[in-house]
């Protein structure tokens, strides 16, 4: 596992593009886990610089221009970012390091996430970053929300809290597996059902709706 990390983090990347964006976080995610399972100081700080990295390239309103950019998929990859991100730092808040209070540059983790629901919302918001007319399918999909209940144990935001009840339980193979079995309260919501009508309605004409 030690060596799989070491070579995944050295890959590249193309520029502009994978070499910063969601792809950069995810090998971030694995160095870092890694890292601190073998206690590899180097790994652990490559997969820190990508937080540093996402919150130089954000913009004032939380946007992650390389994500933003992807055109009908604009929303999805914000959010598919956060996925990443999230579950990073909180392998690096267990070091005993206060990652999610970090800025750079007045930037912080907490404008990525307001933007998201900004857009989801009314994906007018994304300006000339993309078109309004947005792919939704991915909001029907619990394994891109495990960031969420990640981000309630240490945060109070009523939608996220509003928007991962409908898509409980969640469960990435790739950042976290069974999130919300690790750390869901259990006060939060006592029954977990899905409510396909209201999913689809939502997919399809936004969260605002």
Same mark, same amino acid.
Not at 122 to 133: I, T
């Given at each position: 596992?030690?060596?799989?990390?070491? =070579?995944?983090?050295?890959?590249?990347?193309?520029?502009? /593009?994978?070499?910063?964006?969601?792809?950069?976080?995810? +090998?971030?995610?694995?160095?870092?886990?890694?890292?601190?399972?073998? /206690?590899?100081?180097?790994?652990?700080?490559?997969?820190?610089?990508? @937080? %540093?990295?996402?919150?130089?390239?954000?913009?004032?309103?939380?946007?992650?221009?390389?994500? @933003?950019? +992807?055109?009908?998929?604009?929303?999805?990859?914000?959010?598919?970012?956060?996925?990443?991100?999230?579950?990073?730092?909180?392998?690096?808040? +267990? !070091?005993? %390091? *206060?990652?999610?209070?970090?800025?750079?540059?007045?930037?912080?983790? &907490?404008?990525?996430?307001?933007?998201?629901?900004?857009?989801?919302?009314?994906?007018?918001?994304?300006?000339?970053?993309?078109? =309004? /007319?947005?792919?939704?399918?991915?909001?029907?999909?619990? !394994?891109?929300?495990?960031?969420?209940?990640?981000?309630?144990?240490?945060?109070? &935001?009523?939608?996220?809290? *509003?928007? @991962?009840?409908? @898509?409980?339980?969640?469960?990435? +193979?790739?950042?976290?597996?069974?999130?919300?079995? %690790?750390?869901?309260?259990?006060?939060? !919501?006592?029954?977990? %059902?899905?409510?396909? /009508?209201?999913?689809?309605?939502?997919?399809?004409?936004?969260?605002?709706?």
């Amino acid at each position: 596992m030690h060596g799989l990390a070491l =070579q995944h983090s050295a890959f590249p990347g193309e520029p502009e /593009e994978s070499c910063c964006n969601n792809h950069f976080y995810r +090998r971030a995610l694995y160095a870092t886990m890694i890292g601190v399972l073998v /206690e590899d100081d180097d790994l652990f700080r490559f997969g820190v610089s990508a @937080v %540093y990295s996402a919150l130089h390239d954000m913009t004032e309103n939380g946007a992650l221009p390389l994500e @933003v950019g +992807r055109g009908r998929r604009a929303t999805h990859y914000q959010n598919y970012a956060l996925n990443y991100l999230i579950t990073n730092m909180q392998i690096i808040h +267990r !070091q005993g %390091y *206060d990652i999610f209070d970090l800025e750079y540059e007045g930037n912080d983790i &907490h404008e990525g996430i307001d933007f998201l629901f900004q857009i989801l919302d009314n994906p007018a918001a994304l300006g000339d970053y993309a078109p =309004q /007319e947005q792919f939704t399918g991915f909001l029907r999909d619990p !394994q891109y929300f495990t960031w969420m209940d990640i981000y309630l144990t240490h945060f109070d &935001h009523p939608q996220v809290a *509003d928007f @991962v009840t409908r @898509v409980r339980p969640t469960y990435n +193979r790739s950042a976290g597996g069974f999130i919300t079995l %690790y750390f869901m309260d259990p006060e939060a !919501q006592q029954h977990i %059902y899905l409510d396909e /009508e209201r999913r689809s309605t939502e997919a399809f004409r936004g969260l605002g709706n």
